[in-house]
């Protein structure tokens, strides 16, 4: 073997090594998300770092030519603009200049479904052995008051992740389970039994959520089942089954469940109706609301560029946009009231073009099974809007936007959806249909 060829297969070697860790690291993912933030976090920049390195190295740059990486390119360097302009440089610049990491992470994940042609088959076992421990969890501690690791529930009988104290599970079990969804339909193709299976997994988690208490996760997954059930076509039983589950599941939590009744409805409906000497209907709640006003009053001093990225926190104590003793917190719970008034409109404007699409493809979706009777796109894309419909869903309480556990959870079914509208496969819609 010449010179020559003995680097060519040292690099390739070295290639295939580290497409191999990115996998392994993938399929880890699921799993750490239920640590917390910094394993998700590491793994996800490790990915994103060995596919640029690959990428670049191997002249591979068919996944920078797309209309969705120049959208995310120009976000991305707005944001960096947009810190550079704050009153805090170096807090904002701490969460804007690395977000690029989201994105190439996407298409870390569009790259390694192309280099490995069983990373599908690994990551939907990985994230269905996830979903199964965090199930297990959520009701061994629901019932025992403690998790499988010894952690206990101290606020409000609320639900913790498996591995970390965090009371978000159901928002973890809500966000992920389109993907997973999706997953199992393109990968596991059993037919009757997978119609039975996703139903089973469907009444687990959808019970678990609502025994969470978090009435986001809650909203999500109601969303997730609507959504799903209008935009596929085919699956008619499992469709008519869960929505028949869905229904009937809402009123039994609610009658033989007193502490979620009061806890979720009953709580939901103090916080929202008008108190004494006050006669209007709260936005979610009152402290909701104030949240949402500072925020509104930020973005009317600097509607264009708003205050910076993240800023909220610093800013919100300023007299001139404290609403009340409520209003300040480390970011406003909502998306596209934090992005308004920390991006300001030019900001906001690209959530908002996400939101569009988003929209134009469900309406040519409908429109495509009520005359065509098939579907504009498929039902495992179908499902990966839905996660992605999710994340920009604009009427719920939202995490942090720039909140590193989250994006991870965000940019996750992107490089899945964008797989699949860039490759071509002619066995996909026998898997998928």
């Known amino acids: 073997m010449d010179s020559a060829s003995s680097k060519l297969y040292k690099q390739k070697n070295i290639s295939n090594k580290l497409l191999n860790l990115s996998s392994l690291l993938l399929c880890l993912i699921p ?7 910094f394993l998700p976090d590491l793994f996800l920049s490790i990915i994103a770092l060995i596919f640029l390195y690959i990428s670049l190295k191997e002249k591979d740059y068919k996944y920078y030519k797309n209309k969705f990486i120049i959208f995310f390119i120009f976000f991305y360097f707005y944001l960096i603009f947009n810190s550079i302009l704050s009153e805090n440089i170096i807090f904002s610049l701490s969460s804007s200049l690395f977000y690029f990491r989201g994105f190439i992470f996407a298409l870390a994940v569009w790259h390694l479904i192309n280099k490995n042609n069983q990373i599908i088959k690994y990551f939907s076992f990985a994230l269905l052995i996830s979903f199964i421990i965090a199930i297990i969890s959520g009701y061994f501690q629901y019932i025992f008051g403690f998790n499988l690791i010894g952690i206990n529930s101290f606020y409000n009988f609320r639900l913790t992740l498996p591995f970390n104290d965090n009371l978000i599970i159901g928002g973890y079990l809500s966000r992920l389970f389109p993907l ?4 199992l339909i393109y990968k596991l193709n059993l037919g009757t039994k997978l119609n039975i299976f ?19 996760a809650i909203a999500l997954i109601l969303i997730t089942i609507f959504y799903m059930t209008f935009m596929t076509y085919g699956y008619r039983f499992i469709k008519i089954i869960s929505l028949i589950l869905s229904i009937a599941l809402i009123f039994f939590i609610i009658n033989i469940n007193t502490h979620f009744k009061e806890t979720v409805i009953d709580r939901t409906i103090s916080q929202v109706m008008p108190k004494d000497g006050d006669s209007n209907i709260k936005i979610f709640s009152s402290v909701h609301e104030s949240h949402y006003i500072a925020g509104w009053k930020m973005f009317k001093d ?3 560029l708003g205050i910076g990225v993240n800023l909220f926190r610093i800013n919100c104590h300023k007299k001139e946009y404290n609403y009340d003793s409520n209003s300040c917190t480390t970011h406003p719970h909502n ?25 134009i493809i469900s309406f040519r979706q409908i429109y495509s099974i009520l005359f065509n009777r098939s579907g504009y796109i498929n039902n495992y894309q179908v499902c990966l809007l839905t996660a992605i419909i999710l994340t920009i869903f604009p009427f719920l309480p939202t995490q942090n936007f720039f909140n590193n556990w989250v994006n991870v959870i965000y940019f996750l079914p992107v490089g899945f959806y964008l797989h699949s509208l860039y490759e071509s496969d002619n066995n996909y819609e026998k898997r998928i249909n």
Not at 180 to 183: K, S
Not at 198 to 214: A, D, H, K, M, R
């Open 302 to 304: 600097k509607p264009l």
């Open 335 to 359: 998306s596209y009231i934090q992005l308004l008034s920390e991006t300001g409109i030019i900001g906001i404007i690209f959530l908002l073009l996400v939101l569009i699409y988003v929209t």
């Open 198 to 216: 996703i139903v089973f997994i469907l009444i687990l988690t959808f019970i678990l959520i609502f025994l969470s208490g978090e009435r986001t």
């Open 31 to 37: 799993l750490t998300l239920q640590t917390g933030p």
């Open 180 to 183: 997973l969804i999706a997953l």
